[in-house]
Structure formats: structure tokens, C-alpha cells
Nanobody, 113 residues
Framework: QVQLQESGGGLVQPGGSLRLSCAAS????????MGWYRQAPGKQRELVAT???????NLLDSVKGRFTISRDNAKKTVYLQMNSLKPEDTAVYYC???????WGQGTQVTVSS
């Protein structure tokens, strides 16, 4: 069964950090590009970061310098390290197998004092 399971969300103060994880199962993780998306209340889902199967990363301009995407193919896991968090980063964060219909269930990130 193809599955993605996110974890690591929560409530954090502005300026704080969180590390999201997305554990994959049921497919050959290492050959697929992976992505992190987010959806804030009342807004469309947006692409935050992608990482190719070779480890090449791309980030949304508004998170460059604050977020880092990485992957561990041995653990079948993709990560999103989020530093210097801002209230506008508040959203449900999802991981996805790029160019597929395979999504995780999402994890809530709330940045608030």
C-alpha cells in the first residue's frame, strides 16, 4: 500500500523552528522526486519545496534562507527544516510524490505568540 505519513507539526512562537518528516512506504522512494506543500485557511495549496531523487532542492522564494528540504533514501523519509518561522507560515503542510496523486494526510503548523 502506497502511503506517506507526515509528522512534526505543532504550535511554535515566531522565530522558532520545527522539523517536519514524511515517511514513505509501499513504493521505491529513492527514484521519485518529492515535495512539501502547504495550505493556509482560505488560500490555495502552494508548493513550498521540492527535492529530486538526486537531492537537488528548490524552494519557494518566501522561505529561502529559512527552510531546508532534505531526504534520507535509506529511511524513505523526506524532511522540511523550518527556521525563523513567521505567522504567515501557519498552514497545514503536506508531502507529495511529485507528479502523482500520492499525498500525505497533512500536519498542522501554527506560528503564534
Amino acid at each position: 500500500q502506497v502511503q506517506l505519513q507526515e509528522s512534526g507539526g505543532g504550535l511554535v512562537q515566531p522565530g522558532g523552528s520545527l522539523r517536519l518528516s514524511c515517511a514513505a512506504s509501499g513504493f521505491v522512494f529513492s527514484v521519485y522526486d518529492m515535495g512539501w506543500y502547504r495550505q493556509a485557511p482560505g488560500k490555495q495549496r502552494e508548493l513550498v519545496a521540492t527535492i529530486s531523487r538526486d537531492g537537488a532542492a528548490n524552494l519557494l522564494d518566501s522561505v529561502k534562507g529559512r527552510f531546508t528540504i532534505s531526504r534520507d533514501n535509506a529511511k524513505k523519509t523526506v524532511y522540511l527544516q523550518m527556521n525563523s518561522l513567521k505567522p504567515e507560515d501557519t498552514a497545514v503542510y503536506y508531502c507529495r510524490v511529485i507528479s502523482s496523486d500520492v499525498w500525505g494526510q497533512g500536519t498542522q503548523v501554527t506560528v503564534s505568540s
